[in-house]
């Protein structure tokens, strides 16, 4: 299948690393395109190739109407049966500013005067496309390294259809923004408080048969399953390419590690294709 990413989101979100990660992964990559060109350069690239194409395009977006522009794009392309999705790279003020000051390369709106200005008018124009967008990554806590390595997940296998990445986390590490769904699974009985449990993971037996022992853990897994085979339908049914479901407990080891496992097992016996990510269990 001819696939097409486009890369967009907030400066210094992370555009520059994730159009050299595409390249790596063997993508054709583009930067800094504006939006009414990418269809143009995309049948071009296309006259000229019999073989199916894998094209990264980091997508320069600067006014409402090159916005409407991708949209109108994403839903040409599809139509034609490209795989199309737009990912939208975010991180949060602080980290922008820090990102800014250590490059000392000029915000694109720079002219609003203040650094936080300019990163909150940028925030606001893009607000319909990170609503809008197939993919939400967000690079406050992540590395080039990091980044590179959660866009190979997402790409560099051929997918079609909705993957649904399911993800561990600890709440004192910070609740991941880009999730669709967050649970609080703090409620559990943490194994934490056991000595012989304490230094193992969620993704040992023994951790997972005290979490499951929880007199209401079937009903609470099956209260679960019902709200995501209802959504993930309705969200493949939109052409929606990824589903983004997030457990967190408090340090992300135990609870809601078993819990993620649990429904990725599930989903993954329903047929459908799953990334299962334990984010502090992740070096």
């Known amino acids: 299948m001819n696939r097409i990413v486009l890369i967009t989101g907030l400066a210094g979100a992370g555009r ?7 390249e790596d992964m063997g993508f054709y990559v583009m930067e800094n395109l504006p939006s009414v060109m990418i269809k143009d350069v995309v049948d071009g690239i296309k006259e000229s190739r019999e073989d199916e194409i ?17 949209f109108e794009t994403r839903a040409e392309l599809r139509e034609q049966g490209y795989s199309v999705h737009i990912v939208f790279l975010d991180a949060d003020e602080d980290t922008i500013v820090r990102r800014f000051e250590q490059t000392r390369r000029p915000h694109p ?18 607000s ?3 609503a809008e967008s197939d993919v939400h990554i967000d690079t406050t806590v992540t590395n080039p390294t990091q980044l590179g390595q ?5 790409f560099k296998d051929e997918n079609s259809g909705t993957t649904i990445v399911v993800n561990s986390f600890g709440f004192k590490y910070g609740a991941p923004r880009d999730a669709d ?7 559990l009985p943490n194994p934490f408080w056991e000595t012989k449990l304490k230094d193992m993971t969620g993704r040992e ?27 993930i339908i309705e969200f493949s049914n939109l052409g929606k390419g990824f589903v983004s479901v997030s457990f967190g ?35």
């Open 54 to 70: 894998s094209l990264a395009i980091a997508v320069d977006l600067r006014d409402q109407r090159s916005i409407e522009k991708l």
């Open 128 to 130: 319909d496309v990170l």
């Open 150 to 154: 959660q866009l190979a997940t997402l």
């Open 205 to 231: 037996s023994q951790v997972q048969e005290y979490v499951r022992g929880f007199d209401k853990y079937q009903e609470y897994i099956s209260s679960i399953k019902n709200i995501l085979d209802i959504s």
């Open 249 to 283: 407990c408090t340090g992300g080891y135990h609870r809601s590690v078993t819990v993620a496992q649990d429904v990725a097992d599930w989903l993954e016996a329903s047929g459908r294709k799953v990334i299962l990510v334990h984010r502090e269990l992740e070096d």
């Open 181 to 187: 769904f967050v649970f609080d699974v703090r409620f």
């Open 109 to 126: 709106y720079m002219s609003t005067g203040a650094l936080t200005k300019a990163i909150e008018k940028e925030r606001e124009l893009l």
């Open 16 to 22: 520059t690393t994730s159009a050299d990660a595409m």
